[in-house]
């Protein structure tokens, strides 16, 4: 009885479960979906998911299941040697699992080396970032039953052709490798899967610096005057714990935390705007730690939605003329982990790619030119325009733009037999 007054009425507060679970839709009855099942399988789901005290029992019997057989439960939760938690996606990366294969992984970095071309006669510049795998970094610590090998994977690849390409490439993942046992401060904790907070301010104080040096641009730097200890772990850097949801704690070691100061002497005015396109690595460091370096940041988060003072927050990269507003900034940063480095063949490359490969490019400016003066001529097609980018909190020139590029694609075919 208890449980069903607290499944309808919420008597008692409960905190949820942590990590990605999508209630189950109910749906509506009618005879079709009596007569076939759906809507008792449909209702059943739904009573499942939301029956009182669901995230009590979960707790308990994950704690159960961790305590007597330390199984963690949990999406793709691998628990290692020493309490040290891994994903399942980043160590069949690292094993060659998902290899994409070299002769894909060197025609992406060809077609990198095009777009980089490209922005740079916008005067916007290019680089890699390739953050830290925690299996490349804890190797000896994942659990028996992985056989290691020597197969290649996509980031051994992705590095050896980035690496002989004129791309500026940051690899941090490399980096962090070397840096391990020779500095105190754990760059990756037990219970994270991104780097660490410490590594995060590591890897930003780095950046900066290697903006500096490759680009020649003078840039505000930030400085690590001293390191925290603390068994309280902050932000990700217990993120996979989190995601057993259990009662207790996994036993760790302390995390450092660095403490940092900002330099402030070249005005804002003055400092470069970016662009990040890459997965939750950046999360880390999108806090505030780079703000005096940059005049503006913008992330395009899985090249998807895009957090940026110069859009609302829900918009999508669909929605608006990507390469008419990267070609507005000075620094575009592809940022991936090698579990997502896959990632580098889709994002960006391939839109732009379309954009600027040669001998077509010529004829596809040519085409968005002539679609464009077709809409100002259209007091019809402006004002379907004018109430797109309202809705998508672009202006009307940008949204004119990404429809003449999409009718260039398009029609390109058609328009030059």
Same mark, same amino acid.
């Given at each position: 009885?208890?449980?069903?007054?607290?499944?309808?009425?919420?008597?008692?507060s409960?905190?949820?479960?942590?990590?990605?679970?999508?209630?189950?839709?109910?749906r509506?009855?009618?005879?079709?979906n009596w007569?076939?099942?759906?809507?008792?399988?449909?209702?059943?789901?739904?009573?499942?998911?939301?029956?009182?005290f669901r995230?009590?029992?979960?707790?308990?019997?994950?704690?159960?299941?961790?305590d007597?057989?330390? *199984?963690?439960?949990?999406?793709?939760l691998?628990l290692?040697?020493?309490?040290?938690?891994?994903?399942k996606w980043?160590?069949?990366?690292?094993?060659?699992?998902?290899?994409?294969?070299?002769?894909?992984?060197?025609?992406a970095? *060809?077609k990198?080396?095009i777009?980089?071309?490209?922005?740079?006669?916008?005067n916007?510049?290019?680089?890699?970032?390739?953050?830290?795998?925690?299996?490349?970094?804890?190797?000896?610590?994942?659990?028996?039953?992985?056989?290691?090998?020597?197969?290649p994977n996509?980031?051994?690849?992705?590095?050896?052709?980035?690496k002989?390409?004129d791309?500026?490439?940051?690899?941090?993942?490399?980096?962090?490798?070397?840096? *391990?046992?020779?500095?105190?401060?754990?760059?990756?904790t037990?219970?994270?899967?991104?780097?660490?907070?410490?590594?995060?301010?590591?890897?930003?104080?780095?950046?900066?610096?290697?903006?500096?040096?490759?680009?020649?641009?003078?840039?505000n730097?930030?400085h690590?005057?001293?390191?925290?200890?603390?068994y309280n772990?902050?932000?990700?850097?217990?993120?996979l714990?989190?995601?057993?949801?259990?009662?207790?704690?996994?036993n760790?070691?302390?995390?450092?935390?660095?403490?940092?100061k900002?330099?402030?002497a070249?005005?804002?005015?003055d400092?470069?705007?970016?662009?990040v396109?890459g997965?939750?690595?950046?999360?880390?460091?999108?806090?505030?730690?780079?703000?005096?370096?940059?005049?503006?940041i913008?992330?395009?988060?899985?090249?998807?939605?895009?957090?940026?003072?110069?859009?609302?927050?829900?918009?999508?990269v669909?929605?608006?003329?990507?390469?008419?507003?990267?070609? *507005?900034?000075?620094?575009v940063?592809?940022l991936?982990?090698?579990l997502?480095?896959?990632?580098?063949?889709?994002?960006?490359?391939?839109?732009?790619?379309?954009?600027v490969?040669?001998p077509?490019?010529?004829?596809?400016?040519?085409?968005?030119?002539?679609?464009?003066?077709?809409m100002?001529?259209?007091?019809?097609?402006?004002?379907?325009?004018?109430?797109?980018?309202?809705?998508?909190?672009?202006?009307v020139?940008?949204?004119?733009?990404?429809?003449?590029?999409?009718?260039?694609k398009?029609?390109?075919?058609?328009?030059?037999?």
């Amino acid at each position: 009885m208890l449980q069903m007054v607290q499944s309808k009425y919420h008597i008692i507060s409960i905190t949820g479960l942590n990590g990605i679970s999508k209630e189950p839709e109910l749906r509506n009855l009618t005879f079709s979906n009596w007569n076939n099942g759906s809507f008792q399988d449909s209702l059943n789901a739904y009573i499942d998911f939301n029956f009182g005290f669901r995230p009590v029992f979960v707790r308990l019997y994950n704690e159960l299941q961790y305590d007597l057989f330390k *199984k963690p439960h949990g999406r793709g939760l691998v628990l290692g040697k020493n309490n040290i938690l891994f994903e399942k996606w980043h160590i069949d990366e690292y094993l060659g699992t998902t290899y994409a294969g070299e002769d894909k992984i060197k025609y992406a970095v *060809k077609k990198l080396q095009i777009v980089r071309s490209y922005l740079k006669e916008h005067n916007t510049e290019l680089m890699i970032l390739i953050a830290p795998g925690k299996p490349y970094y804890f190797p000896e610590y994942l659990p028996d039953y992985y056989q290691v090998n020597d197969s290649p994977n996509n980031y051994t690849t992705y590095s050896k052709y980035l690496k002989e390409s004129d791309l500026p490439v940051l690899d941090v993942n490399e980096w962090f490798v070397k840096l *391990k046992g020779q500095i105190e401060q754990p760059l990756f904790t037990q219970t994270g899967t991104h780097w660490s907070e410490f590594g995060a301010r590591l890897v930003a104080d780095s950046l900066i610096k290697f903006i500096e040096g490759t680009f020649n641009r003078p840039m505000n730097q930030i400085h690590i005057s001293d390191t925290e200890w603390s068994y309280n772990l902050r932000k990700t850097d217990n993120d996979l714990e989190k995601l057993m949801n259990i009662y207790s704690k996994v036993n760790h070691e302390k995390a450092a935390y660095a403490i940092i100061k900002k330099d402030s002497a070249i005005d804002q005015k003055d400092r470069p705007s970016m662009v990040v396109i890459g997965d939750s690595f950046f999360w880390n460091i999108y806090d505030g730690v780079l703000s005096d370096a940059f005049n503006k940041i913008s992330y395009f988060y899985y090249y998807s939605t895009i957090y940026s003072p110069d859009f609302k927050s829900d918009t999508k990269v669909k929605d608006i003329c990507v390469y008419c507003y990267l070609e *507005k900034q000075d620094l575009v940063i592809m940022l991936f982990s090698p579990l997502n480095l896959g990632y580098l063949r889709f994002a960006l490359i391939d839109d732009y790619y379309e954009e600027v490969k040669t001998p077509d490019k010529k004829v596809m400016d040519s085409l968005k030119i002539i679609y464009y003066h077709r809409m100002q001529q259209s007091d019809k097609w402006m004002n379907l325009i004018r109430e797109k980018a309202k809705q998508r909190n672009i202006s009307v020139d940008s949204m004119m733009w990404r429809d003449a590029d999409y009718m260039a694609k398009k029609n390109f075919r058609e328009e030059i037999n």
